[in-house]
Each structure stands twice: as structure tokens, then as C-alpha cells.
């Protein structure tokens, strides 16, 4: 079962002319730069062939003997031109690198502000890796044609045209052959190269396999030595390895033989036009300078059109990459507020859920009629068996989604009324999956709210039981975590999140699991600091032990997104239903 995240496959771009159009606005502002780019293009490849057109007044000096003198002359003049193409071209590759890169770097920008205002329904349906691989493989695509597509195809047209000219003038018979070989030369070449363009793909497509399957490997490694997988995992591998071989055999035989071909036809080519041209110095009084350049373009005709070939594919996986950067560029950002939304300030925390009907997808129903009230400062507690709905309810407070029915209020005014901002700076949340950023503990914590001074911090820090553990890590709150604190316990994670939310001043605090990776024992002891954090908050609190929520105002007992109990401890004990199951252990929360 290997790879399940496909890398992607070089594609063939699906509107090449709009993709075309909107990376040319992206070049547009650098016009005059451009214009000079294509200034020095012009000069460097018209020096060149001037340069290569030099031979013959310098071979025919030199046969005619016409002395010394002019054989300098000629040389050094030679020395000039090719000196202004090696300026030019310098000069041009300087520019051209800065715009592209600039340009990428106007990409990146776009796109990494553009994530930020998809909404969490984007991140749903797009992976990690599928969302990295915008800004690796698909941007580096582009910058390959930036880099030097342009300014390639721009020379390579310059040459071409002008190596014809300078053929016809020079010779018309020997432009004639040349002319004559070419189509041979290029239907052999894209002959074998459609037919390897078959072999290409299926190496691809095995090298995404092998590689899936390697990622999975590597980050399951835990999982494959504890199941003893090893010699399973090794010999996948080597099956998927071995046709990973074959194909790129076939695939790089085929191109690699292109080469060898094309230099035979070139030769045979450069054969004829020797032989004919001789012909003609003999008996037509054809220059033996003329004889030397005809020659020498004779071979190089052909090279203009190879490059444009090259570029080709390169321009084919760019425009595919610049599609799917487009495309996230073209996402609907999450809704804007209001135009008269409100601003919430001196949040009491009075909230209220009426009749909330929620779906993540709009045919299945995740939440039926949820109703409930929490006045302000009170604690509710959500229980209820795993995929009950419970994160749902806390998605819905801090309008990651927007509900399909009913309304849900904080101090009496509606979520969609009120800025997305002043919402979520009113709430405090630990998540069940906890997150913390490559940067020092105090920062990781800090990221609750930025002005606080270090002392809030420890103070958080002590609140949510994880000062000790702090003052022992290497360089207590100085000290750099890194990859999600992987070098901390899960807990510890949890407790750093607790901080965090500890250190905000937010009048609605959401726990969510909050201490489900912590043990009983450090539970207890942050129980303190949990009443203290939740003092003077309105608290929504989602425990995977019971003990924890026994003290709420009102507890939720959840079940397939409904409500099916609610009441305080004591009360719900009563009822002797669900909750009661539960406390006695008649049933099991999972
Ligand atoms: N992002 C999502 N997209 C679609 N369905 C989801 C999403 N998150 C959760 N669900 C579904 O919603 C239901 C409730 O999940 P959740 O609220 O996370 O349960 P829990 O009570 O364990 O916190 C589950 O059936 C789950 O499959
Ligand atoms: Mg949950």
C-alpha cells in the first residue's frame, strides 16, 4: 500500500492563454526593464553572428595574402564584437534573473497572504503536502521559465532568422541543403521523442509511487518497527525500485539516443555541404571564407530550433505550475465581515446557541437543534462519545464555519454581525490538536496575547502547571522549540497550550480535550489553575474525564450531534440516563 500522497506528474496546463495573460501582469510592472533585457538579447545574438561572419573577410585576407595589416585589423575588430556580445549578455542575464526572482518573490507573497484568508473549510480538503508543493515544485517551475525560457526564445528566434540570412547571402546553394536536411533532422528527433514522451510518464508516475511510499515509510517508522515490517517494508520497496529501473531505462535510452542520431544527420549534413561547397570553390570561384561559414551554419541552423524544443517542456510544466498557483490565488477567501458588522468591546460573555442545525457538508447533518445558554462568568461542560459533535460546537463559536440554521449570539448580538477580529480576539481556545511555533517557550506562549510582559507569562506558565517543567528544560523559557516541540511530551505540549490561552485576557475561554494527554495526578494539580483561569470567564469545556466537568454550571450530554441531556451533576445523576451510564461506568467515554 504505498504512497498514498501522489506527488504530482508533469501536466499539460489546461488554459494556456489566460495562464499566459496573467503571468505576463505579473511581468508588466518591469516593462522598461524588459525592454532592455530584450535590447541586450538583440545585441548579443546579432554580435555573435557578426563575430561568426568574420571568418571569411579573415580567411580570405589571409588566402588572397593580403598581409598582415589587414589580418589584425580584422582580428581585432572580431575581439570588439564578441567582447560587446559577452557585455551584453551579462548584462541581460543580470536583469532578467532579478525580475524573475522578483517576480517569484511577488508570487510566494500572494500566495502565502492568500492562505491566510481561506477559510478552515479550505484546509479541509487540501493536504500539507498538496499545499507545500504550491510553493516548492509549482513556483520553481515558473522561475525555471523566467529564468531563462524568455530570454531563449527571444535569441533563439534572433539566430534562426538570422543565420538564414547571412546562409542565403552567403551561399543559396548550400542554404539549400541545410534547408533540405532539416525537416529529416527534425522529424527524427521528435519521432523518437514522442515515443520516449510515453516512457517519460510512466517513470514519473513510478517515481511518485517509490517516492510515496518511502515518506510513508519514514514518517510510520515508529508503526513499521513495532509491527515488525522491516523486511516487508524492504521488500515493497525493492519491487517498486526495480520498475522504477525499468522504466527509466526505456525512458532515458530513448532520449539519450536522440542525441546520437541528430549529430549523424548533422554530420551527414556537414558531409554534403563540404563536398558540394568544394565543388563550388573549384569550379564556381566560390570564397574560401564563404566556404568556412557556410559550413560552420550549416551546423549551427539547426541548434535554434533544438533550444525552442528544449524550452518547450520546461514552458509546459511552468504554465502547469502557474495554473495550480492560480488557482489557489482564485479561492473564495473566507466571507468578509458585514458592512455595518460591529465591534464587541466589554464583552460580558453572555452567549447563546438557538436551534444551531450545522453540516460540514450541506447534505449531512452534523448538529440538530442545539440550544443552550451560558450567562456570563458560567462553565458548560459538552460529554458525549467520540464524533458526538463536540469540537463541531466550539467551530461554530469561533465562526471557522458559518451555521446553516438557527443563530448563535455573544452579549445579544448575532456571530455574522459582528467583525471576524473582535469575535475571535473575545475567545480563548486550547484545541484538541495542540500547536506550537518554531520559536522560544515565552514566545510560544506569549502568542496569546503580544503585549504581555514576561511576568504574565510565568504567571501563565504557573496557571497552567508548566513552570516547573519550563525552569528544567535547557534553557527554561529561553529555550527554542522546534517541528510542533517535538522534543516535549504530548502533555507538556498541552500544558503550553493552556498558557497560552492563560496568558490572553479573552472574556470566552474553549477547552477542548484540554488535558487529555495529561495524567491524573498533574490534572489535579492544575485544577487550581484551571478554576482560576475559567474565574470571571465564560468557560466552554469539553473533558474526557468526567471528574473534570463535575463542577459546571450546566453539563451537555451530547449524542449524534444532539443534545440529549442537560443539567448539572447532581441533576443529570438523577435522571439516571446517559450521563449516569457514564458516571457509574455502565458505559465508556472513548
Ligand atoms: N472538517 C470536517 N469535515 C467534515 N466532517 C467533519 C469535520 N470535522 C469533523 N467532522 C465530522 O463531524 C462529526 C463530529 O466531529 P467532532 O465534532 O470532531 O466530534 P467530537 O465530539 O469527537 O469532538 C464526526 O462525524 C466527524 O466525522
Ligand atoms: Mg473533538
Excluded at 506528474?9 to 533585457?37: E, F, G, N, S
Aim: with cysteine.
Amino acid at each position: 500500500m504505498p504512497g498514498g500522497r501522489r506527488q504530482q506528474v508533469h501536466q499539460k496546463p489546461k488554459d494556456t492563454k489566460a495562464t499566459m495573460k496573467r503571468i505576463l501582469k505579473y511581468l508588466d510592472v518591469y516593462r522598461v526593464k524588459l525592454i532592455i533585457v530584450f535590447l541586450c538579447v538583440v545585441v548579443s545574438s546579432v554580435t555573435t553572428l557578426a563575430g561568426s561572419y568574420m571568418i571569411r573577410p579573415i580567411l580570405n585576407s589571409v588566402v588572397g595574402g593580403e598581409g598582415i595589416g589587414v589580418l589584425v585589423r580584422n582580428l581585432i575588430f572580431m575581439g570588439c564584437v564578441y567582447a560587446i556580445c559577452v557585455v551584453a549578455t551579462f548584462y541581460q542575464k543580470q536583469v532578467m534573473v532579478k525580475i524573475s526572482q522578483t517576480v517569484l518573490y511577488t508570487m510566494r507573497k500572494d500566495l502565502f497572504d492568500k492562505l491566510q484568508t481561506l477559510p478552515v473549510r479550505y484546509f479541509d480538503g487540501h493536504s500539507t503536502g498538496e499545499i507545500m508543493s504550491r510553493f516548492s515544485n509549482d513556483i520553481d517551475n515558473m522561475g525555471n521559465m523566467l529564468d531563462n525560457s524568455i530570454t531563449v526564445i527571444m535569441s533563439s528566434a534572433i539566430s534562426f532568422v538570422g543565420t538564414f540570412a547571412l546562409m542565403v547571402y552567403t551561399n543559396i546553394w548550400l542554404t539549400l541543403i541545410t534547408v533540405l536536411m532539416l525537416p529529416v533532422m527534425i522529424k527524427a528527433s521528435t519521432g523518437i521523442l514522442k515515443h520516449s514522451q510515453k516512457y517519460f510518464k510512466s517513470q514519473q508516475a513510478a517515481l511518485a509511487t517509490a517516492n510515496g511510499y518511502i515518506e510513508e515509510t519514514i514518517s510510520g517508522q515508529k508503526v513499521v518497527k513495532v509491527f515488525n515490517h522491516e523486511e516487508i517494508a524492504k521488500r515493497e520497496f525493492s519491487q517498486l525500485n526495480k520498475d522504477l529501473r525499468e522504466k527509466q531505462v526505456r525512458a532515458q535510452f530513448l532520449s539519450g539516443i536522440v542525441m546520437p542520431v541528430n549529430v549523424n544527420l548533422n554530420n551527414i549534413n556537414y558531409a554534403l555541404n563540404t563536398v558540394v561547397g568544394a565543388y563550388l570553390c573549384i569550379a564556381r570561384g566560390f570564397d574560401i571564407g564563404g566556404l568556412a561559414v557556410s559550413i560552420n551554419y550549416s551546423r549551427q541552423f539547426g541548434r535554434p530550433i533544438n533550444e525552442l524544443s528544449n524550452q518547450m517542456s520546461t514552458i509546459l510544466s511552468a504554465l502547469a505550475g502557474a495554473e495550480r498557483v492560480f488557482a489557489v490565488l482564485d479561492e473564495q477567501p473566507e466571507k468578509a465581515d458585514r458592512e455595518n458588522a460591529v465591534t464587541l468591546e466589554h464583552v460580558r460573555g453572555e452567549v447563546i446557541l438557538d436551534n444551531v442545525t450545522f453540516g460540514y457538508n450541506p447534505d449531512k447533518v452534523i448538529l440538530k437543534n442545539i440550544s443552550l445558554y451560558a450567562k456570563p462568568g458560567q462553565k458548560i461542560a459538552f460529554v458525549g462519545s467520540t464524533g458526538a459533535g463536540k469540537t463541531t460546537i466550539t467551530n461554530l463559536l469561533t465562526r471557522f464555519y458559518d451555521i446553516a440554521d438557527g443563530r448563535i449570539t455573544i452579549d445579544g448580538v448575532e456571530l455574522r454581525d459582528m467583525k471576524k477580529d473582535s469575535l475571535r480576539s473575545s475567545i480563548a481556545m486550547v484545541l484538541q490538536d495542540t500547536h506550537l511555533f518554531t520559536g522560544t517557550v515565552m514566545e510560544n506562549i506569549r502568542y496569546g496575547r503580544l503585549d504581555a510582559t514576561d511576568e504574565d507569562v510565568i504567571r501563565a506558565a504557573k496557571i497552567a502547571n508548566s513552570h516547573g517543567f519550563i525552569k528544567r528544560l535547557p534553557k527554561g523559557y529561553d529555550t527554542v522549540l522546534e517541528g510542533d516541540g517535538s522534543n516535549l511530551s504530548q502533555g507538556q505540549r498541552q500544558l503550553l497550550n493552556i498558557a497560552r490561552a492563560a496568558v490572553s485576557t479573552a472574556p470566552i475561554l474553549i477547552l477542548d480535550e484540554a488535558t487529555s494527554s495529561v495524567d491524573t495526578r498533574t490534572e489535579r494539580q492544575i485544577d487550581k489553575g484551571m478554576d482560576e483561569l475559567m474565574k470571571g470567564r465564560t468557560t466552554f469545556v469539553i473533558a474526557h474525564r468526567l471528574s473534570t466537568v463535575r463542577n459546571a454550571d450546566a453539563i451537555m450530554v451530547l449524542e449524534h450531534g444532539e443534545i440529549i441531556e442537560r443539567g448539572n451533576h447532581v441533576d443529570l445523576l438523577q435522571m439516571k440516563g446517559r450521563y449516569y451510564q457514564l458516571a457509574t461506568g455502565a458505559a465508556e467515554l472513548d
